[in-house]
């Protein structure tokens, strides 16, 4: 059985035209007809044009067979539809000609009905079987993209939720309050969001990748980690290592988030000023991630108890970031923060 199909019939021969339609009407085509190249140019750049098949005739007035399929051939739009030409030349030279450009097959006329047949089934098919089999590779890449998507989210899930958990243990064992490393998190997605610069989406990475700042402190001994006393320089020196090991551990990834969070743990103590540590960057070179987290901890660090000190009020707190401002911390964050105090107050209340 014939595929459905629509042919586009040009010819400048009504009689010709007519024992096309007439011998191919058994399977049922649905039919458009030209008298001239130009013609059926101007077809094929209608908006409702969508053929399976172009039967051509060569000797035209105008713009004959051959160059009417050169142009159509040169449109992206419509240059993949088969073109059948229609002859009364069937001398190596013409159908040579025919082919060079870019037909896909000639008949001779007078037509012979099972022929023409043959022919038209054969290419129609076979165009629209490669019209569907380009459907299903754009579907099936479609399909993939959604897949991987999907695949991808549910990883980048699994890492915020292993990342929760890993810092929350860490939390458990140390001195620090209870929560503040899910309050970190909070003041540095809310100093994102207040940032003209910054997006949704840094927002998003700094809340899930933040509460990683302190990771390092695993590789720090228990004695020098938990002593209530001050560090000797040496120990000091030990301390500090919690960052530069926090990056090794974390900079070999390829997931955004666990490269954010290398970069937030590398640089979380590097002050504006530039004498902060593990390299005493300055101002802008210190990554924004960076700078915020060094704000957040600070911040919430002051307003809570600690084994060497009391909880500071809000206001203690934030006195003592602007005496900070341009030199420990970012002078445009901590006046976002002082704008919108009561915000940052109500997470660390």
Known sequence: MAPHAQILIVDDVPDNIQVAMNLLREDSYEFSFANSGEKALSILNSDDADFDLIL?????????????????????QYQDIPIIFLTAKADVDS??????ADGVDYVTKPFHAAELLARVRTHIQLYQTKKWLEQQNIDL???????????????????????????????????ETGKHIRRVAEISALLAKLHPTLTDMDADTLYHASPMHDIGKMTVPHEILHKPGKYTPEEFEIMKSH???????????????????????HQHH????????????KGDDIHIYGRIVALADVFDALTHQRCYKPAWS??????????????????????LMIQNLDKFAEIVK
Request: charged fraction near 30%.
């Open 141 to 175: 890449e479609t399909k993939s993209r959604f897949a991987q998507a999907r695949l991808l989210s549910e990883l980048e899930n699994s890492q915020k939720e292993l990342i929760w958990f890993l810092t929350e243990l860490m939390e458990s064992t140390s001195d």
């Open 243 to 265: 960052t530069t090991n926090a990056y090794k551990l974390l900079s070999g990834s390829k997931r955004k988030l666990i490269k954010s969070a290398a970069i937030i743990a």
């Open 56 to 76: 051509l005739d060569i000797m035209m007035p105008g713009i004959d067979g051959y160059e009417t399929c050169k142009r159509i051939k040169a449109s992206s």
């Open 270 to 281: 590097e002050k504006w000023d530039g004498s902060g540590y593990p390299r005493a960057l």
């Open 95 to 100: 159908i040579a000609k025919a082919f060079q």
């Open 314 to 335: 809000v206001n203690e707190a934030i006195e003592f970031i602007k005496e900070q401002r341009g030199l420990h911390f970012d002078p445009e964050l901590v006046d």
